[in-house]
T-cell receptor, first 111, second 114 residues
Framework: NAGVTQTPKFQVLKTGQSMTLQCAQD?????MSWYRQDPGMGLRLIHY???????DQGEVPNGYNVSRSTTEDFPLRLLSAAPSQTSVYFC??????????FGPGTRLTVL | AQTVTQSQPEMSVQEAETVTLSCTYD???????LFWYKQPPSRQMILVIR????KQQNATENRFSVNFQKAAKSFSLKISDSQLGDTAMYFC???????????WGAGTKLIIKP
């Protein structure tokens, strides 16, 4: 099993550009989520999904969109990148909603 | 609001020693789960141990064990016979049954010295 995979591993954007961070899991988990990790802080929830077709906002959703058309995939879209979105982004999945398994992360820099 | 507090920004111990990382949390709920995650320099977030609040027995996973004090809202992690590979950031987190969010502490940087 690959578990949770994320692409790309690194990305540099210019202010105003858009992009999509990819996340996929092969564990047939219903729950998936996106977090960002800033220096000196724990993770903060951006968006989450409790199943295909169902998404909801977390703590810091502004500037990000998500969709969940399949159980396996949960892409995160940055609409118009800003320097404040420079961060490390983690995708996670869970079978039951509590214990979450994380992907390797994407380091994003916005210039 | 639910919060998770890790009061030790950094700790260091000699290899083979035992170390305890502290975590306190605040919630008014009865059903919740507590976790310790490890984040080595590779950045991968790795689940170390999980505790269900309704279970009185402390969780253990090989060299890792917790001291769960529900009344005091304390959830410390003990690492026995520490190894160089234990060097990492350690995060305490709490999940409430009433919502999906995993509330995180700020982390403790643990350094194991040879």
């Amino acid at each position: 099993n690959a578990g949770v995979t994320q692409t790309p591993k690194f990305q540099v954007l210019k202010t105003g550009q858009s992009m999509t961070l990819q996340c996929a899991q092969d564990m047939n988990h219903e729950y998936m989520s996106w977090y960002r990790q800033d220096p000196g802080m724990g993770l903060r929830l951006i968006h989450y999904s409790v199943g295909a077709g169902i998404t909801d906002q977390g703590e810091v959703p502004n500037g990000y969109n998500v969709s969940r058309s399949t159980t396996e995939d949960f892409p995160l879209r940055l609409l118009s990148a800003a320097p404040s979105q420079t961060s490390v982004y983690f995708c996670a999945s869970s079978r039951t909603g509590d214990t979450q398994y994380f992907g390797p992360g994407t380091r994003l820099t916005v210039l | 609001a639910q919060t998770v507090t890790q009061s030790q920004p950094e700790m260091s111990v000699q290899e083979a020693e035992t170390v305890t990382l502290s975590c306190t949390y605040d919630t008014s709920e009865n059903n919740y789960y507590l976790f310790w995650y490890k984040q080595p320099p590779s950045r991968q977030m790795i689940l170390v141990i999980r505790q269900e609040a309704y279970k009185q027995q402390n969780a253990t996973e090989n060299r890792f064990s917790v001291n769960f004090q529900k009344a005091a809202k304390s959830f410390s992690l003990k690492i026995s016979d520490s190894q160089l590979g234990d060097t990492a950031m350690y995060f305490c987190a709490c999940h409430m049954d009433s919502n999906y969010q995993l509330i995180w502490g700020a982390g403790t940087k643990l350094i194991i010295k040879p």
